[in-house]
């Protein structure tokens, strides 16, 4: 079964700084998806990036990229020149290219918090 | 833009009582799914439905819960004799097509308390 883990459970940044939130996940198929969800307080999470596995360029969108490391299973979310409304929580997610539903499988989360 | 909404925000129930949590999906969506997040704990699957059924659910999803779609635009979830460990966030999310890049929109969440 796939697993993802999150160990920062929560993050600091100065506005205008970069941060990079870090998600590892263990999986032995070779083709998925992963994603990086945002929740905002009180709010829905929406997709900020995702990267599929056979693709070696790290995605990109706008202030954010990736990190992508297949062979070490990593898959971590840089944020640059970050905003005040880039606080909230950050879920990394997998999902597996086998699955009929194609069902998320989420980590814990990190919050970010960002210092004006 | 579109959304998918939950009511309510948030859900205070005696222990053995039973709540339906309520969600509207984004209207031209075709498969839904409740996710929950015990507190600290990670975000896991409960179920996805498609086409009036369930397409897939996780162990979790034992026969204390149920799922609905009872009038085209709403998509319940049905806890019967809550325990205190339902005590969780629960997320609503739906999807316009099942491909594997197509992307999930969920709502905001409704925390369930069960005291």
């Known amino acids: 079964a796939q697993t993802v883990t999150q160990s920062q459970p929560e993050m600091s940044v100065q506005e205008a700084e970069t941060v990079t939130l870090s998600c590892t996940y263990d999986t032995s198929e070779s083709d998925y998806y992963l994603f990086w969800y945002k929740q905002p307080p009180s709010r829905q999470m929406i997709l900020v990036i995702r990267?599929?596995?056979?693709?070696?360029q790290n995605a990109t969108e706008n202030r954010f990229s990736v990190n992508f490391q297949k062979a070490a299973k990593s898959f971590s979310l840089k944020i640059s020149d970050s905003q005040l409304g880039d606080a909230a929580m950050y879920f990394c997610a997998y999902r597996s290219v086998y699955s009929g539903t194609y069902k998320y499988i989420f980590g814990t989360g990190t919050r970010l918090k960002v210092l004006a | 833009e579109p959304e998918v909404t939950q009511t309510p925000s948030h859900q205070v129930t005696q222990m053995g009582q039973e709540v339906i949590l309520r969600c509207v999906p984004i209207?031209?969506?075709?498969?839904f799914y409740w996710y929950r997040q015990i507190l600290g704990q990670k975000v896991e699957f409960l179920v996805s439905?498609?086409?009036?059924?369930?397409?897939?659910k996780s162990e979790i999803f034992d026969d204390q819960f149920s799922v609905e779609r009872p009038d085209g635009s709403n998509f319940t979830l049905k806890i019967r004799s809550t325990k205190l460990e339902d005590s969780a966030m629960y997320f609503c999310?739906?999807?316009?097509?099942?491909?594997?890049?197509?992307?999930?929109?969920f709502g905001q969440g409704t925390r369930l308390t069960v005291v």
């Open positions: 209207s031209n969506h075709l498969y």
């Open positions: 999310a739906s999807s316009e097509g099942v491909t594997v890049n197509t992307e999930a929109f």
């Open positions: 990267q599929e596995a056979y693709k070696q």
């Open positions: 439905f498609y086409n009036n059924e369930i397409s897939e």
